[in-house]
Protein backbone atom coordinates (compact mmCIF):
# COMPACT_ATOMS: atom_id res chain seq x y z
CA UNK A 1 0.00 0.00 0.00
CA UNK A 2 2.84 2.39 1.02
CA UNK A 3 3.97 1.47 -2.86
CA UNK A 4 1.19 2.90 -4.26
CA UNK A 5 1.19 5.96 -1.65
CA UNK A 6 4.45 6.72 -2.57
CA UNK A 7 3.85 6.36 -6.41
CA UNK A 8 0.26 8.16 -6.52
CA UNK A 9 2.32 10.94 -5.07
CA UNK A 10 4.87 11.27 -7.27
CA UNK A 11 2.95 11.06 -10.08
CA UNK A 12 0.51 13.75 -8.94
CA UNK A 13 3.47 16.13 -7.69
CA UNK A 14 4.77 15.64 -11.65
CA UNK A 15 1.90 16.66 -13.28
CA UNK A 16 2.06 19.86 -10.82
CA UNK A 17 5.24 20.53 -11.29
CA UNK A 18 4.31 20.15 -15.38
CA UNK A 19 1.69 22.34 -15.56
CA UNK A 20 3.31 24.91 -12.91
CA UNK A 21 6.41 25.37 -15.78
CA UNK A 22 3.91 25.44 -18.57
CA UNK A 23 4.83 21.85 -19.86
CA UNK A 24 1.31 21.24 -20.04
CA UNK A 25 0.02 23.41 -21.77
CA UNK A 26 -0.78 23.04 -25.84
CA UNK A 27 1.94 24.45 -28.20
CA UNK A 28 0.99 28.22 -29.65
CA UNK A 29 -0.21 27.31 -33.07
CA UNK A 30 1.96 28.21 -36.07
CA UNK A 31 1.22 31.95 -36.98
CA UNK A 32 -0.01 32.51 -40.24
CA UNK A 33 2.07 33.83 -43.06
CA UNK A 34 1.42 37.52 -43.53
CA UNK A 35 -1.34 38.09 -47.19
CA UNK A 36 0.05 38.95 -50.35
CA UNK A 37 -1.75 42.71 -50.05
CA UNK A 38 0.61 43.11 -46.55
CA UNK A 39 3.70 41.66 -47.91
CA UNK A 40 2.93 44.07 -51.35
CA UNK A 41 2.01 47.52 -49.24
CA UNK A 42 5.45 46.25 -47.10
CA UNK A 43 7.63 46.00 -49.98
CA UNK A 44 6.01 48.89 -52.14
CA UNK A 45 7.59 51.78 -49.37
CA UNK A 46 11.33 51.50 -50.11
CA UNK A 47 10.63 51.80 -53.84
CA UNK A 48 8.11 55.10 -53.50
CA UNK A 49 10.31 56.13 -50.80
CA UNK A 50 13.78 55.33 -53.23
CA UNK A 51 12.01 57.25 -56.23
CA UNK A 52 11.37 60.40 -53.81
CA UNK A 53 15.49 60.02 -52.96
CA UNK A 54 16.75 60.50 -56.40
CA UNK A 55 13.86 63.17 -57.29
CA UNK A 56 15.93 65.22 -54.58
CA UNK A 57 19.34 63.93 -55.46
CA UNK A 58 19.95 61.87 -52.62
CA UNK A 59 21.65 58.87 -54.04
CA UNK A 60 23.08 57.88 -50.72
CA UNK A 61 19.59 57.56 -49.31
CA UNK A 62 18.51 55.58 -52.75
CA UNK A 63 21.54 53.19 -52.42
CA UNK A 64 20.57 52.53 -48.87
CA UNK A 65 17.25 51.18 -50.29
CA UNK A 66 19.28 48.80 -52.41
CA UNK A 67 19.58 44.50 -52.02
CA UNK A 68 22.84 43.57 -50.14
CA UNK A 69 23.57 42.08 -53.55
CA UNK A 70 23.06 44.78 -55.88
CA UNK A 71 25.54 46.69 -53.30
CA UNK A 72 28.07 43.93 -53.42
CA UNK A 73 28.36 44.76 -57.55
CA UNK A 74 28.22 48.34 -57.39
CA UNK A 75 29.59 50.66 -55.27
CA UNK A 76 27.73 53.98 -54.27
CA UNK A 77 29.42 56.01 -57.14
CA UNK A 78 28.80 53.15 -59.84
CA UNK A 79 25.29 52.91 -58.34
CA UNK A 80 24.45 56.17 -59.16
CA UNK A 81 26.06 56.51 -62.70
CA UNK A 82 24.14 52.83 -63.60
CA UNK A 83 20.68 54.84 -62.47
CA UNK A 84 21.40 57.84 -64.15
CA UNK A 85 22.42 56.43 -67.54
CA UNK A 86 20.53 52.94 -67.44
CA UNK A 87 17.30 54.63 -66.10
CA UNK A 88 16.91 58.09 -66.65
CA UNK A 89 13.01 57.94 -66.14
CA UNK A 90 13.81 56.52 -62.34
CA UNK A 91 16.48 58.67 -61.63
CA UNK A 92 14.20 61.75 -62.57
CA UNK A 93 10.44 60.74 -61.86
CA UNK A 94 7.64 62.81 -62.22
CA UNK A 95 5.14 60.79 -61.25
CA UNK A 96 4.90 56.65 -59.97
CA UNK A 97 2.19 54.14 -59.08
CA UNK A 98 2.16 50.64 -58.45
CA UNK A 99 -0.05 48.88 -60.87
CA UNK A 100 0.33 45.58 -59.73
CA UNK A 101 2.29 43.48 -57.19
CA UNK A 102 2.68 40.01 -56.32
CA UNK A 103 4.51 37.63 -54.08
CA UNK A 104 6.88 34.47 -55.76
CA UNK A 105 6.92 30.89 -54.44
CA UNK A 106 10.55 31.75 -53.56
CA UNK A 107 9.41 34.56 -51.03
CA UNK A 108 10.50 37.65 -53.07
CA UNK A 109 7.51 40.09 -53.99
CA UNK A 110 7.25 41.45 -57.50
CA UNK A 111 5.89 44.98 -58.03
CA UNK A 112 4.58 46.37 -61.47
CA UNK A 113 5.13 50.23 -61.41
CA UNK A 114 4.01 53.12 -64.39
CA UNK A 115 6.39 55.54 -64.21
CA UNK A 116 6.71 59.07 -66.10
CA UNK A 117 10.26 60.31 -66.17
CA UNK A 118 10.72 64.39 -66.34
CA UNK A 119 11.70 63.53 -70.07
CA UNK A 120 8.28 63.05 -70.11
CA UNK A 121 8.77 59.11 -71.30
CA UNK A 122 6.52 56.61 -69.53
CA UNK A 123 7.78 53.00 -68.37
CA UNK A 124 6.72 50.25 -66.75
CA UNK A 125 8.78 49.11 -64.57
CA UNK A 126 9.03 45.45 -62.71
CA UNK A 127 10.83 45.80 -59.20
CA UNK A 128 12.56 42.74 -57.82
CA UNK A 129 12.18 43.13 -54.07
CA UNK A 130 14.10 40.75 -51.40
CA UNK A 131 13.23 40.59 -47.95
CA UNK A 132 17.03 41.00 -45.52
CA UNK A 133 17.27 41.72 -42.06
CA UNK A 134 16.39 45.28 -42.60
CA UNK A 135 13.68 45.02 -44.55
CA UNK A 136 12.38 44.94 -48.19
CA UNK A 137 15.48 45.92 -50.14
CA UNK A 138 14.91 46.74 -54.11
CA UNK A 139 17.06 43.33 -55.82
CA UNK A 140 16.46 44.62 -59.33
CA UNK A 141 14.80 46.51 -62.07
CA UNK A 142 13.86 45.88 -65.36
CA UNK A 143 12.00 48.17 -67.93
CA UNK A 144 10.41 48.96 -70.92
CA UNK A 145 8.43 51.64 -72.82
CA UNK A 146 4.80 52.20 -71.73
CA UNK A 147 3.01 54.10 -74.52
CA UNK A 148 0.24 53.91 -71.93
CA UNK A 149 -1.85 56.28 -69.40
CA UNK A 150 1.09 57.74 -67.16
Given at each position: MRLRTTAALFALMTVALVARLGLAQAPAPPTAPPDT???VQAA???????LEAFRR??????YAFASEEIQQRFDR???EEMVR???PEIARSVFAVVAEGERAAN????LVLKIRGANGVSIEAVYEMVSEP????INGVV???DPGVV
Amino acid sequence: MRLRTTAALFALMTVALVARLGLAQAPAPPTAPPDTNTLVQAATEPVMRQLEAFRRDDFDTAYAFASEEIQQRFDRARFEEMVRVGYPEIARSVFAVVAEGERAANGNVYLVLKIRGANGVSIEAVYEMVSEPGGWKINGVVTKPDPGVV
